[in-house]
Structures are given as C-alpha cells and as structure tokens.
C-alpha cells in the first residue's frame, strides 16, 4: 500500500503519496552488506530498537507557527511515521515521548507518550503509536515572548523501567517562524 517516504527535494520534505512500494521488512531491519559478488549477504543482526539511525529514519517531526494572541502563542507539530509499521511497535511496554516547550526554559514538559496497542497493562495517559504512514499533530501553547520553541523525541524500550534502554531519537530548539 501507500508508504510515506523522505522526499529527497526539497530537504527533509516527507512524500506521503509514494506508491507501489516494494519494500520488505529484509530491506530496512536486514541491509545488503557492501561486498562483491552476485548476491551480496544481507546483515542478519536485524537492526532495530537500538539502532539509532533506524529509529531516526522511521519518523518525521515538523514544527510551525500557528498563531499567535497577546497572551501567548501556539506551535504545531507533525509528527509523521515513514515506516512500514506502527512506530513505535512491539509490547505495551515500549514507547515514545515527546516533550515541546519555550526554548529558553529550563525544562521542556512531556505533552504526549505514544505506545502500542496490545495486550497488557495499559497507561491512562498513553495515546496509541502511530500507523504506517500516519501523521499526528500536536498543538501547544507557548508564553507570549516565546522566541523558540525546544522539542525532544525520545524512544523508550521499556517505558516502565527508568533504568532500561532510551535513545533521543530527534531534538532541536528552533526559532517560532511564520
């Protein structure tokens, strides 16, 4: 079916129209290794959770300005699964967090944890991960004199355990533009 993928122009844009994609789950978690021959091997460590640059590469956020009133201002993000299943998947126990807020704070707050739908013991708080191709917004408001706006993405093996495997997946403080 449709897959979302990164649009090579402009940079970063995200084509969500992609068609006819023949991808398997052996081309993205089992890459061909680079060596001669006919048939080259496929790396058979299935990357995965703890590969850094397979996580970056399954999801897509954006931010913008929406508005903005005398009282404080509002930003959107778009946050966009590009792969070919529900980011994040697996147990209930995985997860993935994103905190926006002022760039000049000292902290920026969680506003969402997205986790798969599955069996088990269920966070109230938690929304469901995201589909294939799926883009979810996510609106916050920003004090008047916000001059950027700060996000963190984080992926969480085990989002019950505080000690067990994260990995800052995106972040960036970035001026509130038009």
Known sequence: GRQPRRATWPPGQVDLEFRDDKRTCADCHMPVLPVSGRRPPRDHRWAARRDLQLLQAGVDLRAVR????????????????????????????????????????????????????????????????????????????????????????VYHRNHYDPAAYTAEILSAATPLGE
Do not use: K
């Open 66 to 153: 929406v508005g903005g009133a005398a009282d404080g201002q509002r930003a959107r993000l778009m946050l966009t699964n590009l792969a070919g299943h529900a980011y994040c998947t697996g147990s209930r126990r995985r997860a993935l967090r994103l905190y926006v807020g002022h760039a000049a704070a000292a902290g920026i707050p969680l506003i969402a944890t997205l986790s798969p739908v599955r069996p088990g013991l269920l966070w109230a708080d938690c929304l469901p991960a995201l589909a294939p191709g799926e883009q979810r917004s996510f609106d916050v408001s920003l004090p008047a004199d916000a001059s950027g706006l700060a996000y963190r993405l």
